[in-house]
T-cell receptor, first 117, second 111 residues
C-alpha cells in the first residue's frame, strides 16, 4: 500500500496564531513530499516541495516565512502556517512519492481544512 | 499560462450516459496520472500512463495517452452516481517528482 495521513483533519484558529499540520507516510518512506493548497471546486496549487534533510523548495509567490516546512524524517513533513489570517483559510493537502520518482506517482493525504477566524 | 488544459471543467449528466474528459498540452510529458477526488478528501490515484498511444482500462473507465505524449483522455462508459467527483489529470515533465495539474473536471452523475 501507500497510505498518507494528515493531522489534524480540521482546525479552526484565531487570526494571528500559528497552526501546524502534519503529513505522515504510514507504510513507506518518502524522501520527497509536497504541500498543496486547494480552493473550492478548483485544482491543486503546489506550494512547496519538501525534501528530507534539506530546505524546502517553494513555488513562486509562496511566502516561505509564512509557510514553514520541516521534513525531519523519512515519514514526516510538517507545514506551519505562521501568523494566520482569514485569507489563509483553505484546504491543505500533502502528498508523498513512494520509492523512486520514476513515474512521478504521488499519494495524497486526506487533507486539512483550515479556518482562520 | 496553464501548461495542461483540462476540459470540460464542469459536466452534469444522467446515469447511464457516456462522457470523455480531455487533457491537452503543447509540452511532452514523461508520464501522466489521473486522479479522482471526493469533497473533503485527498485525490486518489486512478492510473498512470507512460507510453505514447497507451490505453489502460479500469472497469468502465478507459484512459488513453496521446502518441506524442502531449495529451490524454478519460472516457467513462455508462456513468454511475458513484462516479461523481472531481477528476484531475497531472503530467510529469522531469524526475523531480513535481506534477503539473490540469484545472480539474467536476462531474455530477444524476440518478
Amino acid at each position: 500500500g501507500a497510505v498518507v495521513s494528515q493531522h489534524p483533519s480540521r482546525v479552526i484558529c484565531k487570526s494571528g496564531t500559528s497552526v501546524k499540520i502534519e503529513c505522515r507516510s504510514l507504510d513507506f518512506q518518502a524522501t520527497t513530499m509536497f504541500w498543496y493548497r486547494q480552493f473550492p471546486k478548483k485544482s491543486l496549487m503546489l506550494m512547496a516541495t519538501s525534501n528530507e534533510g534539506s530546505k524546502a523548495t517553494y513555488e513562486q509567490g509562496v511566502e516561505k516565512d509564512k509557510f514553514l516546512i520541516n521534513h525531519a524524517s523519512l515519514t514526516l513533513s510538517t507545514l506551519t502556517v505562521t501568523s494566520a489570517h482569514p485569507e489563509d483559510s483553505s484546504f491543505y493537502i500533502c502528498s508523498a512519492i513512494k520509492g523512486a520518482a520514476t513515474y512521478n506517482e504521488q499519494f495524497f493525504g486526506p487533507g486539512t481544512r483550515l479556518t482562520v477566524l | 499560462t496553464q501548461l495542461l488544459e483540462q476540459s470540460p471543467q464542469f459536466l452534469s449528466i444522467q446515469e447511464g450516459e457516456n462522457l470523455t474528459v480531455y487533457c491537452n498540452s503543447s509540452s511532452v510529458f514523461s508520464s501522466l496520472q489521473w486522479y479522482r477526488q471526493e469533497p473533503g478528501e485527498g485525490p486518489v490515484l486512478l492510473v498512470t500512463v507512460v507510453t505514447g498511444g497507451e490505453v489502460k482500462k479500469l472497469k468502465r473507465l478507459t484512459f488513453q495517452f496521446g502518441d506524442a505524449r502531449k495529451d490524454s483522455s478519460l472516457h467513462i462508459t455508462a456513468a454511475q452516481p458513484g462516479d461523481t467527483g472531481l477528476y484531475l489529470c497531472a503530467g510529469a515533465r522531469s524526475n523531480t517528482g513535481k506534477l503539473i495539474f490540469g484545472q480539474g473536471t467536476t462531474l455530477q452523475v444524476k440518478p
